[in-house]
């Protein structure tokens, strides 16, 4: 006689059948973190260490620009994998996930020698100023005419520190201190200070460096990128690169985005989960998956590439898709190790081929007053982080100069409603070179009814930091992005906003002009600048941005514009860089 199974366990068992293999084909697969680990130092066998959300119980294939990875390099732990890479087999590329017909976001795998390691929990403490810093983590930035790595390594076994992270070509290395508190640090990081061959010390503050934070001022309830010709500039580049009558060549462009991640979950960035190629003519959009649709970094990348129905939705450069050359944006952010992960990446991202940096962010020392005399309460480090910092940031942009001269970087001029240009007080903004770009912020002003080329339509942005180092304004607000896609997001003001609407406008002039320079940039967008503001103030008021000068307006004398501070007009800078074409024939 045959036994028969009892119907409910027969249930029970077809549902947890069920459950285990519908289960993770219905979620989402998201690639959350992605970093070297194992032998930092190691120059052609390479470790990553990849953490997913999703993963169902095979291991799912792994691709690299497109190539997928044999499967002995690939070891699974559960949701995370390690891979192993040869780094004369592999080129830095997109990777993503692949798994029963789900694909994961695309991630910026790059194969550069720079990285840092970021401090555990236990590894960080309160210090006097009541500001998070890491305890034996630190950094030291070699002089030049030295054997760096060498260097690090005598320092290391010196000190009986172990040597953990590098920026080579910024003759910078991190070391892990044999150190328990504060004060052991303090006394080990003067030694370190005082050895000779040692330019600096950097010392990370506040753990992850935090972006630019919302404004807090006042926010508008409508679009505010009228202010810069943002459409304008769109239907400009839309008809004129295709125009029957002189055509105009681009070139594809790599755009860098210094932030954590884009949640993919939005309508804004679904569609970049399907396969994408920048040569096709589309931008691409390269990221870590976050849970938070209104992020600074999802409103900041959203600005460049997020994707909607109608064009006022859309980021500037995935509004030119079909007609541009195709934009690579990709969104990085190394470690969570602080300002010294924000230059690592920027190194290896500049190593990769990327053209503009975008860097939302910045520091102010503790002590900074703003414009009326009060303290600057937002992003403060102490003195001695603040002299490391400025070190490193210098060697930066001497090694940019040196080995990559056509790399720009733009850069927010922050929103403590304080000086941007002093050097002791804001970081990294108040830097003098050729290659940053600094972007202040405005607001729509009262007197809609006026053109918006008149210089009271907008006004200043009371939290924007100010002076001549400002290069040019931008409209400081955007709307987040949401679930959804059907409601309005929350709206976001700051200076991190205002600049990559500037980053985008000129990385659609480069795809014109590969040909410009930083400086020539930086002179397109102001001869091309609508203005904000007052008649020219004397040199110790508080100007907004550097003011207009003659040279910038054919040298009339009596031009309106002279004197006052200069606002983004997306479509006009567009049309001198095609202008600026024929000078180069």
Known sequence: MRRQFPVRALSLLLASHLCATATPADEPLRLKSLQRCGDLFAATKLTFCLRSEGLGSETPRVLLAGQPLPAEQIERNGETLRLRLHSRAHASGPLWLEQQQRRSNPVWLSLGGSQVRAAGPNEVATNMDGLTTYVNLVSVIIEEDL?????????ADKYDAELVGAIAPLNTYQLRLPVSNLTERDALVLRLGNEVGVDAVVIEESGAEAAER???????????????????????????????????????LRIGVIERNVDFDT???????????????????????????DSHGSSVAGILAAR??????????????????????????????????????????????????????GIHRIGTLDVEGEPVDSLLRSGIAMSGYEEL??????????????????????????????????????????????VGGHQLSDKRELPVEHPDYVKKRRSSNVDMRVDITAAACTRAATRDGKAPGEVHCGT?????????????????????????????LRRSAMTIGADFEAAEADDLTAPILPSERNYQLDNRDVGRSARLDMRKALELAVDSLQHRR
């Open 147 to 155: 054997d760096a790595l060498d260097t690090a390594r005598q320092l």
């Open 214 to 252: 919302d404004d807090g001022d006042k926010k508008p309830q409508t679009s505010e990128w009228a202010a810069n010709r943002f459409l304008d500039a769109v239907h400009y580049y839309r008809q004129r690169i295709n125009a029957r009558q002189a055509p105009v060549e681009t070139e594809p």
């Open 267 to 293: 309508p804004a960035f679904a569609d970049y989960l399907t396969p994408c190629k920048a040569d096709e003519r589309r931008t691409c959009l390269y990221a870590r998956d976050g849970d938070a649709p």
């Open 308 to 361: 909607g129905q109608e064009a006022q939705d859309m980021g500037f450069l995935s509004a030119l898709d079909g007609v541009g050359p195709g934009f690579e944006v990709i969104v990085e952010r190394n470690s969570d190790a602080g300002i010294t992960a924000n230059i690592a990446a920027s190194v290896n991202l500049v190593e990769d081929g990327v053209r503009i940096l975008n860097w939302s962010w």
């Open 393 to 438: 940031l210098e060697e930066f942009f001497l090694w940019l100069r040196r080995e990559h001269p056509d790399v720009l970087v733009i850069n927010s001029a922050g929103n403590g409603s304080a000086r941007s240009g002093r050097d002791d007080y804001r970081l990294p903004s108040s830097f003098i070179t050729e290659q940053l770009l600094v």
């Open 496 to 524: 991190s906003y205002a600049t990559p609407l500037v980053a985008g406008a000129v990385a659609s002039m480069l795809s014109v002009n590969p040909r410009l320079e930083p400086e020539q940039v930086r002179e397109l």
